[in-house]
């Protein structure tokens, strides 16, 4: 059996969850989900209580099992705390703005690097070289700070670049180091 799997998920009070054959809606504070499951997993709701079973041990099944269970669980999760991610900017000269509702990056190129924000997400910038990318679906959240990342990922010799706030980037010594 799995353990993630077989893990109940509390539906905090505030938060409404409906059910709907393979739909599952999911309101709360910060906003609504929704997601088809699997046509083989099966979902209750009862009690504020959510439970998740699988008809075999097949090894898709099991599979399923967590996946379905982790997905639904960060939806509670979303609807009611919402999923951030830092990101770092490095170099000088690099620097990041928020205008209206774009995020305008000087990142070293000739031009100005601009990212619309896209609906579900939240873009903060509390310091010229910090970004904070907040929203409830944890997938979205996390997609889109890689595609701002993406915009000039960090170089290995001097670490300039976007790097998420945890990231540790492995350095390399230059031409000159190896004598």
Known sequence: MSRIGRKPIQVPSGVD??????????????GTLEHDIHKDMT?????????????????????LHGLTRSLISNMVVGVT?????????????YRVAKEGKNLVMNLGYSHQVIVPEIDGIQ????????????GPDKQQVGQFA????????????KGKGIKYVDEVIQRKEGKTGKK
């Open 43 to 63: 979902v209750v709701c009862e009690n504020n209580v959510i439970e998740v079973t699988r008809p075999s041990d097949d090894k898709a099944h099991r599979s």
């Open 81 to 93: 705390e919402g999923f951030k991610k830092e990101l770092e900017v490095n170099g000088v000269g």
């Open 146 to 157: 890689a595609n701002v990342r993406e915009k000039r990922p960090p170089e290995p010799y």
């Open 123 to 134: 873009i903060d910038v509390p310091a010229p070289n910090k970004i904070v990318i907040s």
């Open 17 to 30: 969850v409906k059910v709907d054959g393979h739909h599952i809606t999911v309101k709360g504070p910060k």
